[in-house]
Structures are given as structure tokens and as C-alpha cells.
């Protein structure tokens, strides 16, 4: 499951909604925020930039320094949130430890969390009314359903139950008819239960003490590697992607996979909140 490629059609998609957005005096636009100077954090959000100026998003990172009170977090998200040329707002996690990071994303306008992790947007998400969805199990979804991989009556196994995947995806799988299991670190025999998956989704992210290996997947399964961990200098995500590839229909690779895919939902959120913001209820991201 090629992620390049299939980001690469969703960027084209967004450009022209992007230019229609344009055209009736809408200017789609992002803020980020990083608070200190931690270089993965910057790498992302070099990557996020990058892809909002090929877009046609406008973009402004907002960097304060690693020992900021919250205080001084909350008060630049306030400033963000009244903005009205802001669409969407992105806190870059992780945080510095002293900072309540859950308080931090509360403090974010609902209607501009285009990462989608405030309550607000987590409860319809659970009700099957959320616009603003967290990306990479937004990414995950479009990669299904790109390669129309049947999701209604299969057995779908998630080893992760974060607020970031596990527990999104749970939702929207449920809501394609799913049967789904979450498993994590007290799960007793996992190699029982991935082996029954007809979608295994992994995000774990901590190889080598963690992988997916052949015999945990069950053969013709579509294998989803979330995680991003790096050994030795390499990049590698939870699935023995070489042991994995032989047996399963679809697998993702890392890099190259999921990870595409959350970059391009954070700008299709941003265009959602754009829209929705300024009504324009025509909008082509807002029928998906």
C-alpha cells in the first residue's frame, strides 16, 4: 500500500479545493506551535510546512522556548484560536514534561483542532459526527479505502489503544462494521488474536523489544504498520516487513506509508475547518 501515491492524488484533490477556496475570498490557513527545540518535533513539522506551501495553505509555526509556563502556551493558543485568518490550530507533541499536555489540547477551539484530540471532537468521533478526525487514523481509513479493502464483516485487530490511533480507529472502524479487537501490553495471548485478523493494525513503536512477525498474521491479511522507530540508524516500523510481506494481501512500508498519509489529512482537516468556518457548504472536503 503505497502511501506516497496515494497522498500524492489526495494533494492534487486539496490544490483545487484550495483554489476554489481562493476564488470566493477564503484564504485556508495553519498555525503550528512547538514549545522547545526537539529535532523529530522539527522534522515533522518541517514536513507539515512543506506540504501546506505545495497546497497552497498558508502556514506559520509559532516556536517557544522548552521552559515556557503554561501560562505563556495557553495564552498564544488564545491569541491563535480569536485569530480569524487561523483555521487550524497544531500543537506539536510531545511536550516538555512539566506541561499538561491534555490541557494544553483543551485550550485549542474545537472548530480548530485539526489534529482532532480535544473532548469536543473525540465525543463525535464516538457518535459518528466528527468533521475534524485525528490524522493518522484518518490516514489509515483512506489507505483502506484507496485500495478498497472490505471493512464491513472483517476482524480488525489494533495492537495500540492511544488517544493518538487505537482508540480513534476503533471508533471509525466500528462505524464501517467492523469487528474489532484493541490489544496493548496486558493483552494474554496476542499471537492468538492478531493471527485472526483480516486487517492488523500495529503502532506500537518499540522495536526491537516489540514486532509484528509471520506468524502472528494470518495469511491474505492486510498488515498496517503505523509505527516509526529508528535502529541503528534505520528507519523501521513494527511489522518484519520482509518475513510479513510474502503472506499478507496488502502491507504498508516504512517509511513510505501511514506516514504520508497523516501529513496530507492534517492539510484535507485544515481545509474542513476552513470551510465550516467560512460556511461554504459546497466544499468538496466537507462531502467525503
Known amino acids: 500500500m503505497d502511501g506516497k501515491a496515494v497522498?500524492?492524488?489526495?494533494?492534487?484533490?486539496?490544490?483545487?479545493?484550495?483554489?476554489?477556496?481562493?476564488?470566493?475570498?477564503?484564504?485556508?490557513?495553519?498555525?503550528?506551535?512547538l514549545v522547545g527545540d526537539d529535532p523529530p518535533s522539527k522534522v515533522y513539522l518541517a514536513s507539515k510546512h512543506r506540504a501546506a506551501e505545495e497546497i497552497g495553505i498558508k502556514s506559520d509555526n509559532h516556536t517557544?522556548?522548552?521552559?515556557?509556563?503554561?501560562?505563556?502556551?495557553?495564552?498564544?493558543?488564545?491569541?491563535?484560536n480569536a485569530d480569524p485568518l487561523v483555521n487550524g490550530i497544531?500543537?506539536?507533541?510531545?511536550?516538555?514534561?512539566?506541561?499538561?499536555?491534555?490541557?494544553?489540547?483543551?485550550?485549542?477551539?474545537?472548530?480548530?483542532?485539526?489534529d482532532g484530540l480535544t473532548s469536543e471532537n473525540m465525543g463525535l468521533l464516538f457518535y459518528g459526527q466528527a468533521s475534524l478526525i485525528p490524522c493518522t487514523p484518518r490516514g489509515v481509513m483512506e489507505l483502506l479505502h484507496h485500495y478498497k479493502i472490505p471493512i464491513a464483516g472483517s476482524r480488525a485487530v489494533i495492537i495500540n489503544r492511544s488517544t493518538l490511533?487505537?482508540?480513534?480507529?476503533?471508533?471509525?472502524?466500528?462505524?464501517?462494521?467492523?469487528?474489532?479487537?484493541?490489544?496493548?501490553s496486558k493483552s494474554r495471548d496476542l499471537l492468538g488474536i492478531t493471527r485472526q485478523a483480516d486487517i492488523l493494525i500495529s503502532a506500537v513503536g518499540r522495536r526491537p523489544q516489540f514486532s509484528?512477525?509471520?506468524?502472528?498474521?494470518?495469511?491474505g491479511a492486510v498488515v498496517i504498520d503505523v509505527a516509526m522507530n529508528r535502529v541503528a540508524g534505520k528507519l523501521l516500523g513494527d511489522v518484519d516487513f520482509e518475513g510479513?510481506?510474502?503472506?499478507?494481501?496488502?502491507?504498508?512500508?516504512?517509511?513510505g506509508?501511514?506516514?504520508?498519509?497523516?501529513?496530507?489529512?492534517?492539510?484535507?482537516?485544515?481545509?474542513?475547518?476552513?470551510a465550516k468556518q467560512h460556511k461554504l457548504s459546497e466544499a468538496s472536503v466537507l462531502q467525503k
Not at 497522498?7 to 503550528?32: D, F, H, N, R, W
Not at 511536550?95 to 494544553?104: E, F, G, I, V
Open 244 to 255: 510479513v510481506s510474502p503472506k499478507a494481501s496488502f502491507i504498508t512500508p516504512v517509511p
Open 7 to 33: 497522498a500524492s492524488e489526495v494533494k492534487q484533490t486539496l490544490k483545487e479545493e484550495v483554489e476554489y477556496m481562493k476564488k470566493v475570498g477564503v484564504e485556508p490557513k495553519i498555525a503550528t506551535i
Open 212 to 219: 509484528v512477525t509471520r506468524e502472528m498474521v494470518k495469511e
Open 90 to 114: 497544531l500543537l506539536q507533541l510531545p511536550l516538555p514534561q512539566h506541561l499538561d499536555s491534555r490541557m494544553m489540547i483543551e485550550r485549542i477551539s474545537p472548530h480548530k483542532d485539526v
Open 165 to 184: 490511533v487505537g482508540k480513534p480507529l476503533l471508533h471509525l472502524l466500528l462505524a464501517e462494521d467492523a469487528t474489532v479487537t484493541v490489544c496493548h
Open 64 to 80: 517557544l522556548p522548552g521552559f515556557s509556563t503554561e501560562d505563556e502556551v495557553a495564552e498564544l493558543i488564545d491569541t491563535l
Open 257 to 274: 506509508g501511514v506516514g504520508p498519509m497523516t501529513v496530507i489529512m492534517l492539510m484535507e482537516n485544515t481545509l474542513v475547518a476552513a
